[in-house]
């Protein structure tokens, strides 16, 4: 997957090869690569300030990020199956859902889980709630 920053000045990738890079819009140079999953990383977004960005991976973890440091600031885990994400909204809070599984099946359980303070974090579809570890 690939997203522009909200002022339109860089662009995350997601990748197979288990990182996501952040470009710059204008000059198509490599900014920041982001390491630390273990499996290949299936979504990227920003936050609405762009100053974090959160990733998923096939490994069953998010990760929040730094865009100015490129140092991971949390790594989240629990979804039970590869999470994707949704978005950050104002307030720094972050959804992640289980979709599906590593097989293309669908989960058995799904659903969200909001994370940090303020704001809300819209469903990306339907199941419940399933607990999401910081560690």
């Given at each position: 997957?690939?997203?522009?920053?909200?002022?339109?000045?860089?662009?995350?990738?997601?990748?197979?090869?288990?990182?996501?890079?952040?470009?710059?819009?204008?000059?198509?140079?490599?900014?920041?690569?982001?390491?630390?999953?273990?499996?290949?990383?299936?979504?990227?977004?920003?936050?609405?300030?762009?100053?974090?960005?959160?990733?998923?991976?096939?490994?069953?973890?998010?990760?929040?990020?730094?865009?100015?440091?490129?140092?991971?600031?949390?790594?989240?885990?629990?979804?039970?199956?590869?999470?994707?994400?949704?978005g950050l909204r104002a307030g720094r809070r972050a959804a992640a859902r289980r979709r599906v599984g590593p097989r293309g099946?669908?989960?058995?359980?799904?659903?969200?889980?909001?994370?940090?303070?303020?704001?809300?974090?819209?469903?990306?579809?339907?199941?419940?709630?399933?607990?999401?570890?910081?560690?």
């Open positions: 997957s690939a997203v522009f920053s909200p002022d339109g000045g860089r662009l995350l990738t997601a990748s197979m090869d288990r990182t996501a890079k952040l470009w710059s819009a204008e000059s198509g140079d490599c900014l920041r690569t982001l390491k630390g999953h273990t499996g290949a990383v299936r979504s990227a977004v920003f936050s609405p300030d762009g100053a974090r960005l959160l990733t998923a991976s096939w490994d069953g973890t998010a990760r929040l990020w730094s865009a100015e440091t490129g140092d991971c600031l949390r790594r989240l885990s629990g979804h039970g199956g590869a999470p994707g994400v949704r099946r669908a989960p058995q359980g799904g659903g969200l889980r909001s994370l940090g303070g303020g704001g809300g974090a819209a469903p990306s579809g339907p199941g419940p709630a399933r607990e999401v570890e910081e560690e």
